[in-house]
C-alpha cells in the first residue's frame, strides 16, 4: 500500500518536533527550546484506528539566514506542500497569531492539500483559553487544541487529519501487477535501466549524480508480463546531504520500497562495492522485500575468465545477511541479461508470496530436529512443539516451544535454511517468530 504522507510545518519553537515524537510513539526528532534546531527531514510511521501513514518533522525558518524571512518560510513550507497528502499547520497559543503564521497559511491555502491547523502549548484543562478563538483568523477552519508534551488533544488532531486522507485510493492495486522499486547509490544506471526496459527517454539520465529526485512510476508490459517500476533517487551517506529538496526525494525513495513487491539494488561494476551498496540493501531487507542483486556496468570494464567469479566472492562476502538474493551482471545501456532479470524478478515475487501448508512444514521440521537435535541448556533441551506460517511478503513463520530462551540464533539459521532447500524461497528474506507454549 502506498501510505499517505502527513507533514508538520510551521515557525521555529511551536512545537512541531515534540509532536512529531508524540505522534509516531518515540523520540526520534531532537527537541529544544532553541529555535531552528530541526533542520534535517525527518520521517516517522504513525497508525491510528487501523490505518497508518508517513509523518514528516520540517524545519521551521532559519533565524540566522542572510535570506529574507518569507522566501525561508517559503522554501520550508513549499517543499513540504509538495510531498504531503495532508498538512498539520501548528501555532504557539502562549506566543498567540503572529504575522509569519498568517504567512504559512496563505501559502497553504494556495496549495489546494487540506490542512488542520493545530494549536500547541494548551496545557490546560477544561475551557478553551479566550486567546484560543483568534486562531480561527487563519481562515483553515477548526483548530484543534493540542498538548504535544503531555499528549492532550493529539487523538482528535489525528481524527481531523485522517478524515481528510483518502486512503482507497492505491495506485496499481490489481494483484496481477508486480511492484519492482529500483535502488541503489547516485549514478548507478537506475533511470538507465528504466528507460532500456521501456524503449524510451521515461527519465532523465545524467552523470551527474542525483539527477533523479521524485520517484517515478512506469507500467511496463511485456512477454513476462505487468510490472510497475519505479524509478528512484540514489540513496547517498547523510553526511553528503546538502540539498533540501534531496532530502525529501529520500524519502520518498524510502517510501517506494515500502510499497513495493521486489527491489532492485542496483550496483555499479566500475566502481566496486561500496559501504553505501550495503547499507542501501539493507533498507530493502528490514523492510521485507524481496532483492535482487544486479550489478550494472558489467560491459564497461575489463574481463578475464575469472572476473564475474571474483566479483560474487565479493558480493557474498558484503552481503552475507541477505544471502538469500540472487545475482545478475547487466548493462543497462546495452541491455544485456535483462531477459534474466525479469525471471528473477518474477521467481522472487512468487517466493515472497508463497504459502506451505502446516502439515508439510511439521514435517519438515521432524526431519531437520532428527537430523541435528536442538539444543540444551543446563540440562533442559528445547522442544519444538509445532510451526506454521503466519504471512507472506515476507515468508513469516511461527515456532511453539517449551522455552524462548533455549531457542539459539544459530539453531534458527538452521531451521531457515531447511525450509529454503526445501521449498526454495530464493530471492525473500524469512521472518521467524518464538512463541512458548501457551503464550498469545
Known amino acids: 500500500m502506498n501510505k499517505p504522507v502527513i507533514a508538520i510545518v510551521g515557525r521555529p519553537n511551536v512545537g512541531k518536533s515534540t509532536l512529531f515524537n508524540k505522534l509516531i510513539g518515540q523520540r526520534m526528532s531532537i527537541v529544544d527550546d532553541t529555535p531552528g534546531v530541526t533542520r534535517d527531514r525527518i520521517y516517522g510511521e504513525v497508525e491510528w484506528c487501523g490505518k497508518k501513514a508517513f509523518v514528516v518533522d520540517t524545519g521551521g525558518i532559519e533565524p540566522n539566514s542572510d535570506d529574507i524571512i518569507l522566501s525561508q518560510m517559503r522554501r520550508q513550507a513549499q517543499l513540504a506542500i509538495d510531498t504531503a ?7 504557539d497559543l502562549k506566543s498567540g497569531l503572529v504575522a509569519t503564521d498568517m504567512e504559512v497559511a496563505q501559502m497553504l491555502q494556495k496549495s489546494g492539500k487540506p490542512v488542520v491547523v493545530c494549536v500547541n502549548k494548551c496545557d490546560g484543562v477544561g475551557e478553551p483559553d479566550p486567546d484560543f478563538y483568534e486562531f480561527y483568523n487563519l481562515g483553515l477552519g477548526d483548530p484543534v487544541q ?13 481524527d481531523r487529519v485522517f478524515e481528510q486522507i483518502n486512503f482507497g485510493d492505491e495506485e496499481f492495486d490489481d494483484d496481477s501487477i508486480i511492484k519492482v522499486a529500483v535502488i541503489g547509490k547516485p ?9 532500456k526496459i521501456t524503449n524510451e527517454e521515461r527519465c532523465i539520465v545524467s552523470d551527474i549524480a542525483g539527477t533523479t529526485r521524485d520517484t517515478i512510476d512506469t507500467i511496463v508490459e ?22 533540501n529538496i534531496e532530502k525529501y526525494s529520500i524519502i520518498r525513495a524510502k517510501m517506494a520500497i515500502e510499497r513495493s513487491d521486489v527491489c532492485v539494488i542496483m550496483i555499479d561494476a566500475t566502481e566496486g562495492i561500496t559501504e553505501q551498496d550495503t547499507k542501501v540493501a539493507g533498507l530493502a531487507h528490514e523492510a521485507g522485500r524481496a532483492c535482487i542483486l544486479a550489478v550494472n556496468k558489467w560491459d564497461a570494464i575489463e574481463k578475464n575468465d575469472k572476473t564475474m567469479q571474483e566479483f560474487r566472492k565479493k558480493l557474498d562476502a558484503d552481503f552475507a545477511f541477505m544471502s538469500y538474493a540472487p545475482q545478475v551482471f547487466i548493462s543497462a545501456k546495452t541491455g544485456m541479461r535483462l531477459d534474466k532479470l525479469f525471471e528473477l524478478i518474477i521467481s522472487s515475487n512468487e517466493s515472497a508470496n508463497r504459502r506451505i501448508r502446516t502439515g508439510m512444514l511439521n514435517e519438515l521440521l521432524a526431519q531437520a530436529t532428527t537430523r541435528v537435535q536442538p539444543p540444551s541448556d543446563k540440562g533442559k533441551r528445547l522442544k519444538i512443539f509445532y510451526m506454521t506460517q503466519a504471512s507472506v511478503k515476507p515468508p513469516t513463520f511461527v515456532f511453539f516451544c517449551n522455552d524462548a530462551q533455549l531457542f539459539h540464533f544459530s539453531y534458527q539459521r538452521y531451521l531457515e535454511n531447511r525450509i529454503r532447500e526445501t521449498f526454495g524461497l530464493e530471492g525473500t528474506p524469512i521472518r521467524i517468530i518464538i512463541r512458548e507454549r501457551g503464550e498469545r
Do not use: C, E, M, P
Open 146 to 158: 493540542v498538548s504535544a508534551v503531555h499528549g492532550h488533544g493529539t487523538g482528535d488532531l489525528l
Open 85 to 91: 497528502s495532508a498538512i498539520i499547520l501548528v501555532t
Open 222 to 243: 511485456n512477454k513476462f508480463g505487468t510490472f510497475s517500476f519505479t524509478d528512484t533517487a540514489g540513496l547517498r551517506r547523510q553526511s553528503k546531504i546538502y540539498d
Open 187 to 195: 549514478n548507478a544506471g537506475k533511470s538507465s535501466l528504466i528507460n
